[in-house]
Nanobody, 125 residues
């Protein structure tokens, strides 16, 4: 059974950094789509970044380009989201998600069959 477990959330001041980790169990990552989503109170869940394989070019939404970096280590079964220059508007619950064996990658949440429980990120001004 595939399971995703996030960690690394917390509270930081604006301009600070956090590194989120997602541990994957029950599956060996290969050419699969892994992504990070976030959901702020009262807002819809939005895709933040995705990566198809460790050597592919990640995709980012405009608001996090240049500040966030997504990466994965298939040997360790880990996916990461390095977040720098955090802003109050980055405050949200962050979720790791997996779209396995799809042959492609996207930030369409409907395509992702596996989700973690989420980790809270709070950025104060």
């Amino acid at each position: 059974q595939v399971q995703l477990v996030e960690s690394g959330g917390g509270s930081v001041q604006a301009g600070g950094s956090l590194r989120l980790s997602c541990a994957v169990s029950g599956y060996t990552l290969s050419d699969d789509c892994m992504a990070w989503f976030r959901q702020a109170p009262g807002k819809e869940r939005e895709g933040v970044a995705s990566i198809y394989s460790p050597n592919s070019a990640p995709y980012y939404i405009e608001s996090v380009k240049g500040r966030f970096t997504v990466s994965q280590d298939n040997a360790k079964k880990m996916v990461y989201l390095q977040m720098n220059s955090l802003k109050p508007e980055d405050t949200a619950m962050y979720y790791c998600a997996a779209f396995l064996r799809g042959g492609r990658c996207s930030l369409n949440s409907a395509a992702f069959g596996y989700w973690g429980q989420g980790t809270q990120v709070t950025v104060s001004s």
